[in-house]
């Protein structure tokens, strides 16, 4: 049961341009939402986050959009770099302190043409 | 400020033998939490360590078990290793319910054959 869910796996832009990483979720309990950027060989890096009380959150170039009646979010990366070449995971978590934990989707790789 | 180091990188074992896995906690953290991470999908929760207790627990088998020292570093034990259980383990060091400081780890990639 895939509770978050990323459907493509991979996107390939081109430097400069807009790039837009997509995630649905299907648990109406997840309150929190992060970005991570994963590169080979290392852990996951967090990006970025919003809470259900908003509906963008903003960080330099990269901007989260949540549409809450949608269960559908997405992360804006503008203008795309070719380091931003790596793999994005999507990840929600009902609630914050103690016994909370993340559920992430599959990943979307990421890959930014120069 | 030192991160969060796993140990081994990679360990090729058999199917039924058992496994150790050792992730240290970045200074200051109290609270280590472990993710599988199988081939083509997202990391998977399997459990949380805080106060050198279970403070959590994913859908996973109790041969999944794992311990948290005094300095907050955590192993994670497989019992009866299962070709599925091939995966990348990743652990990540946090302040109890902030899941926002989470520090992972590079992982450690474990085949079973």
């Known amino acids: 049961d895939q509770q978050v869910k990323q459907n493509s796996p991979s996107l390939s832009v081109q430097e400069g341009r807009i790039s837009i990483l997509n995630c649905d979720y299907t648990?109406?309990?997840?309150?929190?939402f992060l970005w991570y950027k994963k590169y080979p060989a290392e852990g996951p890096t967090f990006l970025i986050s919003?809470?259900?009380?908003?509906d963008k959150n903003e960080d330099g170039r990269f901007t989260v959009f949540l549409n809450k009646s949608a269960k559908h979010l997405s992360l804006h990366i503008v203008p795309s770099q070719p380091g931003d070449s790596a793999v994005y995971f999507c990840?929600?978590?009902?609630?914050?302190?103690?016994?909370?934990?993340?559920?992430f989707g599959k990943g979307i790789t990421l890959s930014v043409r120069p | 400020e030192t991160g969060v180091t796993q140990s081994p990188t990679h360990l090729i074992k058999t199917r039924g033998q058992q496994v150790t896995l050792r992730c240290s906690s970045q200074?200051?953290?109290?609270?280590v939490s472990w993710y599988q991470q199988a081939l083509g999908q997202g990391p998977q929760f399997i459990f949380q360590?805080?106060?050198?207790?279970?403070?959590g627990r994913g859908n996973f088998p109790p041969r999944f078990s794992g311990l948290q020292f005094p300095n907050y570093s955590s192993e994670l034990n497989v019992n009866a290793l299962e070709l599925d259980d091939s995966a990348l383990y990743l652990c990540?060091?946090?302040?109890?319910?902030?899941?926002?400081?989470?520090?992972f780890g590079s992982g450690t990639r474990l085949t079973v054959v």
């Open positions: 990540a060091s946090s302040l109890v319910g902030d899941f926002y400081g989470y520090t």
């Open positions: 648990n109406s309990m997840f309150d929190y």
């Open positions: 919003i809470s259900s009380i908003k």
């Open positions: 990840a929600a978590s009902p609630t914050t302190g103690a016994n909370s934990k993340l559920t």
């Open positions: 200074s200051g953290h109290n609270t």
């Open positions: 360590y805080y106060r050198e207790e279970e403070n």
